[in-house]
């Protein structure tokens, strides 16, 4: 109960296009879910993040989109660039004094020039 | 933004040395450090939670004497590998969480690669 998956494990896209990658969780307790990106070898920096009473939060070229009753989220990368390239893990945490996170099995997206 | 800081970055050692990798906030007090392990192409594995000035919290399945953390102060948090063997060659990740920014959010650190020979 306490996972959550993420998929595609792999992503391509041509540069300019839109990448999109799904989050799925099982826990309704969840009430905070961020997106990290992570390039090789460095740690993972905060992308965007979202609550669940909020449907859709966009900031730049990414956007949160969060459906609470298919207890689904997204993360999509608009006009997305060779910059892009890297791995993206969604992640979720419960309230509460340690704020632990959840991660999922991340996606590497590789975006074409 | 949240700055967390890592030393080393890298570290090579030979089998039965202790290893100590120091997480730090540089600009923001953080109550709560984590610390992660990451193999490559995974996800990043949650080993524990410390809180500033209390014992650490292990995940099941990590060893509390193989894995020693510290969090003397609220911008300084190190986990020391002791008697490190090659399967403890690793990719190890710390986060902070500002607690006076609201909480919710983990800043990591860059990570610091560990090789035992």
């Known amino acids: 109960q306490q996972q959550v998956k993420q998929s595609p494990q792999s992503l391509i896209v041509q540069k300019g296009g839109i990448s999109i990658i799904n989050c799925a969780y099982e826990?309704?307790?969840?009430?905070?879910f961020p997106w990290y990106q992570q390039f090789p070898g460095k740690g993972p920096a905060l992308l965007i993040a979202?609550?669940?009473?909020?449907s859709e939060k966009k900031e730049g070229r990414f956007t949160i989109s969060f459906n609470k009753s298919a207890k689904q989220f997204s993360l999509h990368i608009m006009d997305s660039q060779p910059g892009d390239s890297a791995t993206y893990f969604c992640?979720?945490?419960?309230?509460?004094?340690?704020?632990?996170?959840?991660f999922g099995s991340g996606t590497q997206l590789t975006v074409l020039p | 933004g949240a700055v967390v800081s890592q030393h080393p970055s890298r570290v090579i050692c030979k089998s039965g040395t202790s290893v100590k990798i120091e997480c730090r906030s540089l600009?923001?007090?953080?109550?709560?450090m984590f610390w992660y392990r990451q193999f490559p192409k995974q996800s990043l594995m949650l080993m524990a939670t410390?809180?500033?000035?209390?014992?650490?919290?292990?995940e099941q399945g990590v060893e509390k004497d193989k894995f020693l953390i510290n969090h003397a102060s609220l911008t300084l948090s190190t986990l020391t590998v002791t008697s490190a063997h090659p399967e403890d060659s690793s990719f190890y990740i710390c986060?902070?969480?500002?607690?006076?920014?609201?909480?919710?959010?983990?800043?990591f650190g860059p990570g610091t690669r560990l090789t035992v020979l």
């Open positions: 410390s809180n500033e000035g209390s014992k650490a919290t292990y």
């Open positions: 986060s902070a969480r500002d607690f006076e920014r609201g909480g919710d959010t983990q800043y």
């Open positions: 979202i609550r669940p009473d909020v």
């Open positions: 600009d923001f007090q953080a109550t709560t």
């Open positions: 992640a979720a945490s419960l309230s509460g004094s340690a704020r632990q996170l959840t």
């Open positions: 826990n309704t307790a969840f009430d905070y």
